[in-house]
Every structure is written in C-alpha cells, then in structure tokens.
C-alpha cells in the first residue's frame, strides 16, 4: 500500500464552484499533516497544516480524520488563481524526524 | 528576506562528468532536505541533515552525496551522473521545532543528464 495516495486528477472546474481533494495515508502513528500547493514548475508553498480539530482559512478548509487515515481538503468559490497542484504530506513520525512523505498530488484547473 | 536558494537553476551534462547543485538558506534552521520530483512520481526525499556533519540517506540516495560543513549550507554532489538522475531537484529547510514543523522550498533545479 502506497504510503500517502491522493486523487489522481485532474479536477476541471469553473469558477465558484466546490472543489473537494481527499487524502488517504498507511501509517497509524503519522504525526503531522499539510496541504501544500505547487505551480507548474515551481517549488511547492505550504497552503495549511490540518489540525485534529478541522481548520479554515477562508476559502480553505482541511480535515482530518485519524480512525480512518484521511485527510481533506475543501476550496469553495474556486478561482482561476487556484489553478495548480496539491500535495497531501505526511509526517509519517518515523525515526526520521521531521521527515515528510509526499503525496503525488491532484491538478486543479479552474476555468472561465 | 527568508529564502533557500539553489544554484544552478538549469543545468545540461553529460554522463559521468561530476557535478555540484549548491543549497543554501538565510533562515538559520537546523534541518535541510534534497528531495527530487519525477512525473508519476511524486517528491522523493534523497538526503537530509538535521544539522552541521549530521546526515542520512532518505528515500532515494544512490548516486547522490551531501556535506554539511556549515549550518547554511547543504550541496548535493553527484559524482558520477547517469541519465536517470534527469530530474527536478529541490532543497528545502525547516526549523527543528517539531513534528509539525513546515518546510520551505528552494526554486528547483532542473537537471537534465545525456
């Protein structure tokens, strides 16, 4: 089982609609959670970390769900902006600390 | 301004011919990272050093070298390159404050190996 397996895309979408992103990750014991968000070619920039508790940040909005190893990630009012590629990572809490695995990411294309 | 830089950003060789990609940070953080990207695949961790002579191998470290001589610092040597290391090469950097600590980012440095 792939360690951190997202939604392999890509998701076309127009303007203002809901996009949803989920994230599934194999180990028990992973200790911290992000979404980060890459453009075409560029490094990637972290967009949020997702606590245990659910958290927003405007349009964004990131859950996690520990008993099932999920992690979502919510975009409401879609903007052409939010074109890109988002990365689910994983702390997987291993003895490599602050190690992070990647997920292979899920391309956004918001349209007109 | 905070910011990991790489150098070079582009870069064509050969097979064989020794190469340097140099990662440097203004940040002062104790953790810095190389990681290569390929289609289907995903970001791959292949070396990191949570401080000055500190490192180990990540996921992918054959064919790869590092050295942390100074806490800023952190090249990644490639002795002998071989076209399936044409990739797009980052470096990043964090803090050692915790698990929950992010990472920043280099600009990438893409490689291409005939």
């Known amino acids: 089982r792939k360690e951190v397996e997202q939604d392999p895309g890509p998701f076309n979408v127009p303007e203002g609609a809901t996009v949803a992103f989920n994230c599934t990750y194999s180990?028990?014991?992973?200790?911290?959670f992000f979404w980060y968000r890459q453009d075409c070619r560029k490094e990637p920039k972290l967009l949020m970390s997702?606590?245990?508790s659910g958290n927003e940040d405007g349009r964004f909005t990131a859950q996690l769900n520990r008993a099932s190893q999920y992690i979502s990630l919510l975009i409401r009012d879609s903007k052409l902006s939010d074109s890109a590629t988002y990365l689910c990572?994983?702390?997987?809490?291993?003895?490599?600390?602050?190690?992070?695995?990647f997920g292979k990411g899920t391309m956004l294309l918001v349209s007109p | 301004e905070a910011q990991v830089t790489q150098n070079p950003r582009y870069l064509i060789t050969v097979t064989g011919k020794k190469l340097t990609v140099t990662c440097s940070q203004n940040?002062?953080?104790?953790?810095m990272s190389w990681y290569r990207q390929d289609p289907g695949l995903g970001l791959r961790q292949i070396y990191y050093?949570?401080?000055?002579?500190?490192?180990d191998k990540g996921d992918v470290p054959e064919g790869y070298k590092v050295s942390r001589k100074e806490k800023r610092n952190f090249p990644l040597i490639l002795e002998s390159p071989s076209p399936n290391q044409t990739s797009l090469y980052f470096c990043?950097?964090?803090?050692?404050?915790?698990?929950?600590?992010?990472?920043?980012f280099g600009p990438g440095t893409r490689l291409l190996v005939l």
């Open positions: 990043a950097s964090s803090t050692l404050g915790g698990p929950g600590e992010t990472q920043y």
């Open positions: 180990n028990s014991a992973s200790q911290s």
């Open positions: 997702v606590y245990s």
């Open positions: 990572v994983v702390n997987m809490g291993t003895h490599r600390y602050s190690t992070l695995t």
């Open positions: 940040m002062n953080h104790e953790y």
């Open positions: 050093s949570m401080n000055v002579e500190v490192t």
